[in-house]
Nanobody, 125 residues
């Protein structure tokens, strides 16, 4: 059964760092691209980071480019979103998602195949 779940959300101060983890079920490991999305109440869910199966193709939204880094460790069925220099506008619910169509997911933010339940990140002083 395909499953995706996020870990690591919390409350941090502006300028601090936080790393989110995404654990996928064995059936998804190594066969899907992995993307991170963010949703703020009242706004649409937006794609912010994506990595393909090989780990070589990565794409980022302009709002996080240079501050966030996406990576994956298929040996441990885990993907990561390293978030540095966090800002109050980074506050939101962060979702991990997987998709078989790597280019569509990572370059066009197409609808993923599987979603995690989300984890809350709050950036506030």
């Amino acid at each position: 059964q395909a499953q995706v779940e996020e870990f690591g959300g919390g409350l941090v101060q502006p300028g601090q760092s936080l790393t989110l983890s995404c654990v996928t079920s064995e059936v998804l490991t190594g066969t899907y691209a992995i993307a991170w999305y963010r949703q703020v109440p009242g706004k649409e869910r937006e794609g912010i980071a994506c990595v393909d199966r090989t780990g070589r193709l990565k794409n980022y939204a302009e709002s996080v480019k240079g501050r966030f880094t996406v990576s994956r460790d298929d040996n441990n069925r885990t993907a990561f979103l390293q978030m540095n220099n966090l800002k109050p506008e980074d506050t939101g619910t962060y979702f991990c998602a997987t998709g078989r169509l790597e280019y569509s997911l990572c370059m066009k933010w197409a609808t993923p195949d599987y979603w995690g339940p989300g984890t809350q990140v709050t950036v506030s002083s």
